[in-house]
C-alpha cells in the first residue's frame, strides 16, 4: 500500500513538474524569437543617432577641400594676372621707352638723314621679302617691271624702283642715294625734304615708263627693278646744281672729277648701251632718270 501511494506521488509530482516545464520552453522560445528585432530596433536607433553627425563630417570635409581649392585656385589666378600684367606692363614700358628713344634719334637727324632712312628702310623690307622663297610670285608680278608682259601693273612703275634682289646692288644703290642726298636737300643743297621725295618718286617711276618704253620698241626682253633710275635722277639735279663739285669713285679715292663731267659720261656710257644693245644694266631706265632730274 505504501508503494502504491508512493508511486502515485511520484506521477503526480512528474506531471507537475511537466505542467511547469511548458510554459518555461514557451517563454524561452519567445525570448529567442523577438531578440532579433530588439537587435535590428537597436541597431537602426544606433544608426540613426550616428546618421547626422557622418553626414556633417562628409559635408564638413567636403566642403573644406572644395572652398580651399575655390580659394587656391582664386590666388593662383590673381597671382598670375598680377605677373601677366606686371610683365605686360614692363614690355609695354619698353616698348615705349624704345619707340621713344627711336623717336628721338629720329627727330635729332638732319633732314636729308630722315629722308634717307626712310627709303633705306623701305628698300630693306622689300629686299627681305625677296629672301622669302613663297612670296616670289607676289615679288616678280608686283616689284619688277616686265616691259614685253600681256597686262603690265601699274603700281609695278613704282614698287620695282624700291625692289633689290642682290645685295650687292642694294648696298651700292643704298651708298649712292646717302652720297647725293646731303648735297641735295637743305641745309647743303637747296631742296627742302618734301620737294626731294617728289623728285625722287617722280623719278623712279618716269625710268621705269622709259625702261618699258625702250624695250617694247626693240621688242627687247628682260625684266628690271632697282633705284638706279630714280637715283640718277638725284644725280642729275645734283650735277647741274653743283657742277664744280669733286667726286670720286668709290674703291678709288685719289681720282676726282667734275661733277658736271661725271654727268656727260654717265649719259654717254648709257646712250652707248643702248646702242649696243649692253643688258647688264637698263640703260633705258639710267638714261630716263638722269634725262628727268636735269
Known sequence: MSCLLSKLCSIKSAVQLRKLSVPANTLLARRSFNRPNHNLKRFQSQTNSLLGPSLFCISVCTGTVVLASIIQYERLRVKQINTF??????????????????????????PSEKVFGTILLLNSIVFLAWQIPRWQHVMIKYFMTDALARKIPVS???????????????????????????????????????????????????????????????????????????????????????????????????????????????????????????????????????????
Not at 605686360?88 to 638732319?110: T, W
Request: proline fraction near 4%; charge should be positive; glycine fraction near 8%.
Open 156 to 294: 609695278s612703275l613704282l614698287l620695282s624702283a624700291f625692289s633689290h634682289s642682290s645685295p650687292i646692288h642694294f648696298c651700292f644703290n643704298m651708298y649712292a642715294l646717302h652720297t647725293f642726298c646731303r648735297g641735295v636737300i637743305q641745309p647743303w643743297g637747296d631742296m627742302g625734304p618734301e620737294e626731294f621725295t617728289a623728285m625722287y618718286i617722280s623719278g623712279c617711276v618716269v625710268s621705269s615708263l622709259a625702261s618699258i618704253m625702250f624695250r617694247r620698241s626693240f621688242k627687247f626682253p628682260g625684266n628690271s627693278l632697282g633705284a638706279s633710275g630714280a637715283i640718277l635722277s638725284v644725280v642729275g639735279y645734283f650735277s647741274l646744281s653743283h657742277p664744280d663739285q669733286k667726286l670720286g669713285i668709290i674703291f678709288l679715292p685719289n681720282i676726282q672729277f667734275d661733277a658736271i663731267y661725271a654727268l656727260t659720261g654717265i649719259i654717254s656710257l648709257d646712250i652707248m648701251g643702248l646702242i649696243l644693245r649692253w643688258q647688264m644694266f637698263d640703260h633705258a631706265a639710267h638714261l630716263g632718270g638722269t634725262l628727268f632730274g636735269m
Open 85 to 110: 600684367e606686371f610683365y605686360r606692363n614692363a614690355i609695354k614700358k619698353k616698348n615705349e621707352n624704345l619707340i621713344s628713344k627711336l623717336k628721338n634719334n629720329f627727330n635729332k637727324l638732319e
